[in-house]
């Protein structure tokens, strides 16, 4: 599944570029809208005028699941099942969600999960059967601390966690503006893998490819996969499938940030002992201090920098 705490951060856009990256390289995969009433995988996918049923359809007995997707103009291992304008929050049932997965999971490499924002039903729904997350933030505060809240259910809501497994975690950092992180205006990446503690799966630029794209209702990675936005996706989807991929913000700027590799920034310690410049990113430090101090791991952590952050 692909969530966040926070809405708008890019779930849909990474959704559509992900599964399109791992489709181009011939794995079968399948995108789900989980967002009841919003519907916008489809128009990211260009598939809105090839809608006519839907998942909650499919839930409902009124169509079979191969009448509802979407098989991809350009990518033929890529489907599309789209969401239902119907803002009805109960339209999709627990049953009729398992049966679905259940019927698409031997089908295809890769079923993934567009969730709704937010921690109610839709997003509970989305990452209940799901075998891995990608985390979706943003480097500023609010993005960061919501997907605490998110990691907390990922551990105790899904089937996985119910079996006593442990479900596999990325962190899909997006929007990371290198101008504004080189004046100061944005967390540092080290902040946010710090206090999320979670694997870092991509570094996506802010760009407006995306805005391009989406007019397009081509995915990054099938619409241009070589500008910097479109590598940032490929490589992420080549680390989901378990290629080492070297971690770098690709960059379509020449000069400073071209392709300079976050981990020679972490190891020189650079990302360490830089100061804070501004209120979001010293209130970060503070919080972190202070967990620091009080030896906080795992859980306890996280509820602490939660609500730290939050200032209560
Ligand atoms: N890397 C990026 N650079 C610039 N704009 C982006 C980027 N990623 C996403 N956006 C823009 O941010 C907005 C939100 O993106 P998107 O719809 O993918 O987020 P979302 O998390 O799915 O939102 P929601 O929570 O509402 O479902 C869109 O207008 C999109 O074009
Ligand atoms: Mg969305």
Not at 85 to 105: H, P, S
Not at 167 to 189: C, N, P, Q, S, V
Request: with cysteine.
């Amino acid at each position: 599944m692909v969530t966040s705490g926070k809405g708008g951060v890019g779930k849909t856009t990474s959704t559509a570029a992900l599964g399109a990256a791992l489709a181009r390289t011939g794995q079968a995969v399948v995108v789900i809208d989980f967002d009841m009433g919003l519907r916008n995988l489809d128009l990211v996918m260009g598939a809105e005028l090839r809608v006519v049923y839907d998942f909650v359809d499919v839930i409902q007995g009124a169509a079979k699941l191969p009448q509802a997707l979407i098989r991809d103009k350009r990518i033929e291992t890529l489907f599309l099942l789209p969401a239902s304008q119907t803002r009805d929050k109960d339209a999709l049932t627990e049953d009729g969600v398992a049966r679905v997965i259940e019927e698409l999971r031997p089908k295809f490499d890769w079923v993934i999960c567009d969730s709704p924002a937010g921690i109610e039903r839709g997003a509970t729904l989305a990452m209940r059967h799901a075998d891995a997350a990608v985390i979706v933030a943003n480097p500023e505060v609010s993005s960061v601390s919501d997907s605490h809240r998110i990691i907390g259910l990922l551990d105790a809501k899904t089937e996985k966690a119910e079996k006593g497994e442990r479900i596999e975690k990325h962190l899909l950092l997006t929007r990371y503006d290198a101008a504004r992180a080189a004046r100061g205006e944005m967390l540092t990446i080290g902040d946010v893998l710090e206090i999320l503690s979670t694997p870092l799966l991509g570094i996506i630029p802010e760009s407006e490819e995306v805005l391009r794209a989406s007019n397009f209702g081509s995915p990054i990675t099938i619409g241009n996969p070589s500008s910097a936005i479109g590598r940032a996706y490929v490589d992420a989807a080549r680390r989901l499938k378990g290629e080492v991929v070297e971690m770098t913000i690709p960059s379509d700027k020449k000069g400073l940030f071209t392709r300079r590799t976050f981990m020679s920034d972490r190891l020189s310690g650079r990302t360490a002992v830089e100061p804070a410049v501004n209120s979001q990113q010293q209130k970060m430090k503070d919080c972190n201090a202070t967990a620091g101090e009080q030896k906080l791991t795992g859980d306890a952590r996280r509820t602490f920098m939660r609500s730290c952050l939050k200032g209560t």
